[in-house]
């Protein structure tokens, strides 16, 4: 099997396993509720374009940095593996030219994102008079010239003793995106967008000429660990709805939630005890539920409808708990609690407790968020519909999926 061939095959094997997983990510529940999810926002967001039409200012300042950080998102697609170090070091030419050729291939999905979140940030600039559709593609191409010299760096980052420069000049690369951006919010995209182009063709001349010509060999051990951690991200992300094989998790210890562990573990319950050490040491779960409570709070912060509001705790709630219902099957995978002499109907018991738990947090959470951006009338209303339904969902709907 020739180089091309082994690449080949490796590109259909990885994207035949997103296909196959792809069904469990966007099920019926979770595309459902996003849905109005982002209704909602769209929404909420309309609403808050209406009071910022006078403070136009602060919406462009928000979106510049938004885009900004956003350009670094995506990396490199190489699917470099550790035995490669060993078995096709001797291909050495052939790897450069295949990473740069890959570089085309990591642009779809990062300026696919840049592009929905461009399209969100235009009405602020439709405000402010400007040609929205001239604009929008003199910025696109602005962000997608950015995102290419993003990944030239991305790509001197793996050469051997190249790792500071390239960190050194992505620090640099930012600081010009938020140039560019400013300079087309503010002033003139064409401007904006011949700078970027220019930053681009310059970069990657540079690059390209001296650059990497002083730093003519790939660090094995980095592009390898770049292409793990970024697989790693992929199966994570993949794991909070099905299994997925060789995910590596990290227990690590979090003093500030000790409290909160105590709070979880109850009195003489060894599944529940487990279930509490498992959420707040792990790195999925607490991740996937501090992200989702995090965003819930800050749309609840914009939201002062009172059906509105009720509206988004109810969807937040149960997107949090239905993307924690695979966590009832974290234990299966230790030998000795299986071992345990203890009977099914005590482990789930201990889960829909820590559910519960969880989720009446929650629901505190978003009810304080409600007090703020609503009054103390919607949020007491809220906190009570919210306790209601994390005991409907926790005890009816979970229970019943635990049984089938």
């Known amino acids: 099997m020739s180089f091309d061939d ?50 136009l ?37 052939e790897w450069q030219t295949y990473i740069k050729a890959s570089k085309k291939r990591s642009m779809v999905l990062p300026t696919t994102f840049l592009l929905l979140l461009l399209g969100m ?13 001239m604009d929008y593609l003199l910025i696109a191409f602005s962000l997608m010239s950015l995102k290419w010299s993003h990944l030239t760096l991305e790509e001197l980052a793996i050469r051997k003793e190249a790792g500071p420069k390239a960190a050194y000049l992505k620090k640099g690369l930012f600081m010009v995106t938020v140039v560019g951006l400013s300079l087309a919010f503010f002033w003139n995209s064409l401007v904006a967008a011949l700078v970027s182009l220019g930053c681009a063709i310059g970069l990657h001349m540079w690059l390209s000429r001296s650059v990497f010509k002083n730093y003519p060999l790939i660090d094995w051990e980095n592009l390898v660990h770049m292409e793990e951690k970024r697989l790693s991200k992929v199966n994570r992300l993949i794991n909070l709805f099905t299994d997925v094989p060789l995910v590596k998790n990290k227990a690590k ?7 909160l562990v105590k709070l979880m573990s109850g009195s003489n319950n060894t599944y529940q005890y487990l279930y509490a050490r498992l959420f707040a040491r792990g790195a999925d779960y607490i991740g996937l539920y ?48 299986q071992l345990y002499p203890k009977a099914v109907k005590e482990k789930r018991q201990a889960f829909k407790r820590i559910l519960f738990y969880l989720l009446g947090l929650a ?12 009054d103390w ?7 009570v519909t919210n306790l209601g339904f994390t005991a409907f969902f926790v005890f009816f709907y979970v229970d019943n999926r635990l049984g089938k």
Do not use: C
């Open 290 to 337: 501090s992200r989702l409570a995090v965003i819930g709070m800050g749309i609840l912060l914009f939201s002062s409808q009172i059906y509105m509001s009720l509206i988004i705790n109810a969807l937040v709630l149960f997107l949090i708990g239905f993307q924690l219902i695979p966590f009832y099957n974290e234990l299966d995978q230790h030998i000795l609690a």
């Open 377 to 383: 009338l919607i949020a007491i209303i809220s906190v």
């Open 363 to 374: 629901s505190v959470l978003f009810s304080l968020a409600t007090l703020v951006g609503a």
């Open 253 to 259: 210890r979090r003093l500030y939630l000790d409290g």
């Open 57 to 93: 200012v602060i919406g462009k300042i928000v979106w510049i940095i938004a885009l900004s950080f956003a350009v670094f998102f995506g990396k490199l697609l190489t699917l470099a593996e550790a035995a490669d170090q060993v078995f096709l070091v001797v291909k050495e030419e």
């Open 121 to 133: 940030a235009m009405p602020i600039l439709i405000l402010a008079g400007r040609n929205g559709s």
């Open 6 to 55: 082994l690449l080949i095959k490796r590109r259909k094997k990885y994207f035949s396993k997103l296909s196959r997983y792809a069904k469990y990510v966007f099920n019926d529940h979770f595309v459902l509720v996003l849905v109005f999810l982002l209704g909602a926002l769209a929404y909420q967001y309309s609403e808050l374009l209406k009071t910022w039409s006078d403070q």
